[in-house]
């Protein structure tokens, strides 16, 4: 009984491989929320389970730490490619991964896979729901105001709805920090108003071609980087004529180039990087009761 997998970060952002091609066995959410812990399992910010197929195409399941299915992830779709690339199922320059939400353009830019400018698709705000395979219009979709508030230390911020996949709140605010992403992350990820959750982004605008931001995620918490979330923050920023449309979003695990174009669609150029492999103990599976069946 055996079960080994990748160790990849992007940006400070770690997520596990799971090869489904290499692996009979489905990973359930208990499983991997004993995998991810950090403190007695493997420690990650999620897992990737692939290739597989979505929707007639080779795809990615991208797996929060709390066992919760994401619909998309820019970080993850970057080391997912890096693993495509490191175990030679993609050779070429450039191909189509699908996700749960919807079809992204990759791109390498060496020959290593190591770094990759993504086409993230388009941003819609004000969308609160996912768009059934993005076939309808949001005009003709069910919608919400793009519009949030909330308060943090006496202070009311307002918050910009976008939905890229998956959904996130950016708020510009005069000061950032690891606390207040936090506090307020947590507080919109259990409201009413959201019940899939929602990521939060808070922003501080450095100048028209420089973002810094803090992440909260749905399902993972705060995180040192996240690809969707800065196209998200850049969307919000240009569409708020605060930025041009090249811009760099600085994370506290590093920073990620983001175009945005006149019709809201995101390209990301980002890297993966290998950490190693893991093979989880016989002990460990048992304790679990992982590969029990």
Not at 67 to 86: P, V
Not at 89 to 100: N, S
Not at 231 to 253: F, I, S
Request: proline content about 2%; charged content about 25%; hydrophobic content about 35%.
């Amino acid at each position: 009984m055996e079960l080994t997998l990748g160790m990849y970060h992007s940006f400070g952002n770690d997520y596990l491989v799971y090869d489904c091609m290499k692996n009979s066995y489905e990973l359930k959410p208990e499983d991997i929320r004993n995998i991810c812990n950090r403190q007695f399992g493997a420690g990650s910010d999620g897992i990737l389970v692939g290739p597989v197929q979505i929707f007639g195409k080779q795809g990615v399941k991208i797996y929060n730490p709390d066992g919760s299915e994401a619909a998309i992830s820019g970080n993850g779709i970057c080391i997912f490619a890096k693993y495509l690339k490191d175990a030679g199922y993609v050779v070429k320059k450039e191909f189509v991964l699908q996700t749960q939400s919807r079809e992204v353009f990759v791109r390498y830019q060496n020959e290593e896979g190591k770094e990759m400018t993504i086409s993230m698709g388009r941003l819609y705000c004000g969308q609160t729901e996912p768009l059934e395979k993005e076939a309808e219009t949001v005009e003709s979709s069910k919608e919400k105001s793009e519009h949030v508030s909330v308060d943090y230390q006496g202070k009311k911020y307002e918050g910009t709805c976008v939905w890229m996949g998956n959904l996130h709140c950016i708020i510009p605010m005069e000061k950032i920090s690891r606390e207040a992403v936090c506090e307020i992350g947590a507080e919109l990820e259990k409201s009413e108003r959201f019940p899939d959750g929602i990521n939060t982004q808070i922003i501080r605008i450095a100048d028209k071609n420089n973002i810094y931001t803090e992440v909260y995620e749905r399902g993972a918490g705060y995180t040192l980087a996240s690809g969707s979330s800065c196209c998200a923050a850049a969307g919000v920023a240009y569409r708020l004529g605060l930025t041009e449309p090249c811009v760099y979003v600085h994370m506290a695990g590093g920073t990620l180039t983001v175009r945005v174009d006149e019709e809201m669609n995101a390209s990301m150029t980002g890297s993966a990087e290998c950490i190693g492999k893991i093979t989880l103990s016989d002990e460990f599976l048992r304790k679990y009761q992982i590969m029990a069946e």
